[in-house]
């Protein structure tokens, strides 16, 4: 199990929002785990995460080819 749990986070400090996935984690190791002195990394991920997915979702648009084309 630990080692699935591993790969799971190297997947997730390896996309764009590696850094800010790293930041929250340290942050809530730094207060204890208290969610409320952490809302500012926890708002730079979820930033992160969805501008990372309109991207995305852009880019898979433009790279479709269309039924006439």
């Known amino acids: 199990m630990s080692l699935q749990?591993?790969?799971g986070a190297n997947k997730l400090i390896?996309?764009?929002?590696?850094?800010?996935?790293t930041n929250s984690l340290k942050?809530?190791?730094?207060?204890?785990?208290?969610?409320?002195k952490c809302q500012?990394?926890?708002?730079?991920?979820?930033?992160?995460k969805k501008d990372a997915l309109?991207?995305?979702r852009?880019?898979?648009l433009a790279s479709r080819k269309g039924f006439f084309s």
């Open 5 to 7: 749990h591993d790969r």
């Open 14 to 21: 390896d996309t764009p929002c590696g850094e800010a996935y």
């Open 27 to 36: 942050c809530l190791d730094k207060n204890n785990y208290d969610k409320k």
């Open 40 to 48: 500012a990394e926890f708002e730079a991920y979820k930033k992160c």
């Open 54 to 56: 309109v991207a995305e």
């Open 58 to 60: 852009a880019e898979r």
